[in-house]
């Protein structure tokens, strides 16, 4: 058993090591008052921001931009160094249906655009306008997304637009799901836009998320963190120790990995609900752990295609087709410079979906196969020859549903183990899934410990 003993700081296990674990990491141990370790069980940091090499090509496994007001993203890319590395590139949008696809990117292309007749473009830019100007979104939890949107969008505007939007991202489960989730959802659209402007601008670090967990992994082998990877923790244990120099309580927790045995004075999981039940191994009735029992997770699968030209100006296209099997089709090289893949284009053609999807039975190469011959159907002009390099990517745990009432469920960092701490994405509020949330999210719970230590001094 290797016992991580120190007298002088306190040890601290990060169980996780994707954005939420890096980013807890950094800010705890820049402080110098602990010893940190950070277990991961793949064999690199990242988790869902990790890359993905194929030929000369290195990027990310999964679609990644960094709007104009990401503010904790932008500061963590600063902190370590990158922000001299940060690009930003003028992007447009574009949207698919009825055989068409047209641009949604400016005033004109808005007065142009088809799928709407001028009095629902009219309900539509005043329900954006109002959705911009809502600061606090806690009513929003408690009404179905359908019957908000229907309210302030108009009910055509609903079923032409927004249903198909919510259908591909969602699936049926767009109908248990509240209206903080789209608003949400808007806010970050919008949030892609300069305030003087109104121009949508998108950014990248030089190198991709590559670059950035490299260089946070550096500063964090400078601030003295340890890091395991190919390190799946099975089990943690808490015992209570003797301590006959103080009449203070002794706790150990100890950590079990598939391959050593660690003890830490703190524990901070950052990985989803359903592995933190399976490490904790607990089956009782605290409320705390029956929350985490009912977060519901979408899971995603990713074709990944490396192509020897462009389709289409659009960094995403949405699919109001409802024929289409992904969310939507996003050219990752209509933000990211093509030099940065040797001259080629990046494609992602996303689904998210419940575990029951039968997608989710589907082999890869039938996945592959199904989603590039529906790509056609958008661009019958992309032959096979165009298709360089053709790659799937899954992940079982993420988008958590906000269903109704999500404020109710909410839980704590604390856990009702003692010294035990939980972050991870079941706690976004008042943002989509994305990384500056998540950096948010990390250092309001590195926060809490900062607080817990210093009122038990």
Not at 149 to 160: P, S
Not at 403 to 409: A, E, G, I, T, W
Request: net charge positive.
């Amino acid at each position: 058993m290797k016992d991580n003993n120190s007298k002088s700081k306190e040890r601290i296990a990060i169980v996780g090591g994707g954005m939420m674990g890096i980013t807890a990491a950094f800010e705890l141990a820049k402080t110098g008052l602990f010893e940190i370790t950070i277990f991961e069980k793949a064999d690199e940091l990242g988790g869902m921001s990790d890359y993905y090499k194929w030929d000369e090509i290195v990027w990310d496994r999964f679609y990644h931009v960094v709007l104009g007001d990401d503010e904790e993203l932008l500061k963590f890319i600063s902190d370590i160094g990158l922000e001299d590395q940060l690009f930003w590139q003028k992007t447009r949008t574009g949207f698919y249906g009825n055989g068409k696809l047209v641009s949604l990117s400016s005033s004109l292309d808005f007065i142009k655009f088809p799928f709407m007749s001028m009095w629902e473009k009219f309900r539509f830019a005043l329900g954006i306008l109002y959705s911009t100007k809502i600061k606090d979104p806690s009513k929003l939890d408690r009404i179905y997304v359908r019957k908000w949107l229907t309210k302030v969008f108009g009910r055509q505007v609903y079923e032409n637009i927004w249903d198909p939007l919510l259908r591909s991202k969602l699936g049926d489960e767009r109908e248990k799901t509240s209206a903080a989730f789209i608003w949400a959802s808007i806010n970050r659209q919008y949030g892609a836009r300069s305030a003087g402007s109104k121009i949508e601008k998108m950014g990248y670090v030089h190198g991709g998320y590559k670059a950035i967990i490299e260089a946070a992994k550096k500063k964090l082998k400078e601030y003295g963190v340890k890091i395991h990877t190919d390190s799946l923790v099975t089990k943690i244990k808490p015992v209570q120790l003797d301590n006959d120099n103080s009449k203070k309580r002794l706790l150990r927790l100890y950590v079990n990995t598939n391959n050593s045995i660690h003890s830490f004075d703190k524990i901070l999981f950052t990985i989803p609900c359903p592995a933190v039940l399976e490490n904790i191994g607990i089956n009782n009735e605290h409320s705390y752990w029956k929350q985490l029992t009912q977060v519901e997770y979408l899971r995603i699968v990713c074709v990944f295609l490396v192509l020897r030209r462009s389709l289409s100006p659009y960094y995403v296209i949405n699919l109001l087709d409802k024929e289409l099997p992904f969310t939507g089709i996003i050219e990752a090289t209509n933000v990211v410079s093509p030099k940065e893949l040797n001259n080629k284009h990046l494609v992602y053609l996303p689904k998210y979906m419940p575990a029951g999807h039968l997608v989710n039975e589907l082999k890869d190469s039938e996945i592959i196969e199904l989603f590039i011959n529906k790509l056609k159907k958008v661009f019958p002009d992309l032959k096979d020859n165009d298709i360089l390099h053709k790659k799937l990517f899954r992940e079982t745990y993420t988008q958590p549903l906000q269903k109704l009432n999500f404020l109710d469920r909410k839980t704590g960092f604390a856990t009702p183990i003692e010294n035990v701490y939980l972050v991870n994405s079941s706690m976004i509020y008042n943002s989509t899934l994305n990384n500056n949330a998540i950096v948010s999210l990390a250092k309001k719970a590195t926060r809490k410990i900062f607080q817990d230590i210093n009122v038990n001094k």
